[in-house]
Nanobody, 127 residues
Framework: VQLQASGGGLVQAGGSLRLTCAAP????????MGWFRQAPGKEREFVAA????????FYAESVKGRFTISRDNDKKTVYLQMSATEVEDTATYYC?????????????????????WGQGTQVTVSS
């Protein structure tokens, strides 16, 4: 499945931004979807994930309560609503897709669990 991330940009600290990841391929609802981010000089890190139905979501502690992941299976799109942004949220954000649920939801936190990746969208939070 091809993933196309968009919605990045410049936002002031405390502001909001919504990222979108379109997956126009077939069977989008068979994919667990995730968002990861990578800041300059740092490793890629997990941000959020959502299961195939959208009924269960998973978050990194650093974004819990501020970011919301959601999906629209009819539109084959996953979203990341970013609120109360912090300078530390500055990074390139990547969406990722995993075919099938896997043995345990614990794997959703790991980049290695995902089969497909989008091209990344830059988010810059200014102070």
């Amino acid at each position: 499945v091809q993933l196309q991330a968009s919605g990045g940009g410049l936002v002031q600290a405390g502001g909001s931004l919504r990222l979108t990841c379109a997956a126009p391929g077939r069977a989008f609802n068979n994919y667990v979807m995730g968002w990861f981010r990578q800041a300059p000089g740092k490793e890629r890190e997990f941000v959020a994930a959502i299961d195939r139905s959208g009924g269960n979501t998973f978050y990194a502690e650093s974004v819990k309560g501020r970011f919301t992941i959601s999906r629209d299976n009819d539109k084959k799109t996953v979203y990341l609503q970013m609120s109360a942004t912090e300078v530390e949220d500055t990074a390139t954000y990547y969406c990722a897709g995993r075919l099938g649920p896997g043995a345990s939801s614990s794997i959703y936190y790991s980049a290695e669990a995902y089969d497909y990746w989008g091209q990344g969208t830059q988010v810059t939070v200014s102070s």
